[in-house]
C-alpha cells in the first residue's frame, strides 16, 4: 500500500508548526481523561476556543452516560456555504494506577516512559482539530467553511458519547473525524458493523452426587456451545469473538446456566446477519444432543460505513494533497470509532490517519511532525474545499 515518505524536508514555517502541535498534544496528555472523567480535559479545551471568541456549549450527555463532562461542540463561521464537522475525542483508555501522566519529548516524537498510557489516541486528534480552529480563524471569513468542532467523550468505552450525540443537529453537510491508527494519507473510509451476542445455556439442576443423572450439566453443554462457535476470522472479512463466560455455581450441584458473551463484526449487514444466523444455528446444534435449551440474543452496537471515493470529504482531501506530497489512500477498519456513528446518522465522514502507533499500550507514541503534515494538509483542505475540484 502506497506510504508518504515520512522523511520529506519540513520548512521552516513547519517546524513552527510542528513545534506547536507537539506542545499542544504534551499538555493534552498530561491532563487525566479516562472514560466519563472528562471535565480536565473538557475545561481545557473549552477555555481555549471561548478565548479565541468562539461560542462553545456542552451537550448533556454526561447525565445521559452518568459521566463527567458532555460532548463540546464549537462553531467558527464561514463565509461559504458548507457546514464541516471535525471531531476527535476526548477520553482516553484507563490509566495505570499510580503512575503520573508524564508525556516524553524526544525530537519531534511525543511517546510515554513505558510504564504509563500516552493517550494520543485521541489527544493527536484534539490538538490537531484545535491547531485547525486556530489557523482557520486568522483565514479570511470568505475564505472558509463554517467549522463545527465536536470533541465527543466517552469513545472507549463504546463510542457512548457520539451515541448521545444530536448529529442532525449540528446541522452539517459532511465530516472529518482525527482518529486513525493509520500513516498520514491513509484514510479510514469504511469500518465493520457490530453486534454484541450473548448466549445464554439452560440445563436442569440436580443434586451432582445423589442424581446426577437427573440434571442437564450446562457447563458441559457450554463447552459445547464455544467447540461450535465461529471463533475467529470469518470468511468475507467477518469476525466473531466469545470474550467472557459467566455461570455455575456450588460444586456439589449439576449446574443449570452459563452465560457466554461476545462479539460478531462484519463489512456488510448482509455478511453480518449471515454470520448471526451461523452462531445461532450452531449453538442450537450444539446442544441439542445433551438435552440443555440455548438463548441467542444480539444487540447492535453500531452500523458500518462506506464512504466512496467520488464522495465530498475524497474531494476536499484529494485537492490539496499533492501540494503536501500526500498521496490519498482509501482503507478500510475492523474496528469502530465515532465515525460509525456520524454516518449512522446520516453525516458523510472519514477517519483520517495520523500516524498514531502502539495505541492502548504503555508503549504508545507519536511523530509531532506527522500532526504537523496532517494539520497543514487540512488547513489547506478546508480553505481550499470545491474551488479546486473538477
Ligand atoms: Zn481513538
Redesign the pocket.
Known sequence: MPRTDPSSPVDATDAALVARLRERLVTLCALPSPSLRERAVVQHVRAELEGWGLAVREDDAAAALGGEAGNLIAELPGGRPERVVLN??LD?VPPVPGEPLAPIVDGDVVRTNGRQILGA??KA?VAIVLELVDALRAAPFEARPTLVAVFTVA??IGLRGAHALDVAGLGADFGFVF?G?VPVGEVIAAAVHKEAVTISVRGRRAHAALEPERGVHAIAAAAEVVRGFPLGQQPGGAVANLGRVAGGGASNVVPDEVVLEGEARAFTRERLDELLREIHLAAAAAVAPLGARVDVAQRRLYDGYDVPEDATPFAWLRAAAPAHGIEVVKVRSIGG??TNLFNQQGLPTVNVGVG?HD?HSVDEWIDAGDLARVAAWLRDTLLAGTRRQV
Open positions: 476527535a475525542h482516553t489516541d485521541d486528534g469513545e472507549e482518529d491508527e470509532s465515532d498514531m495505541i
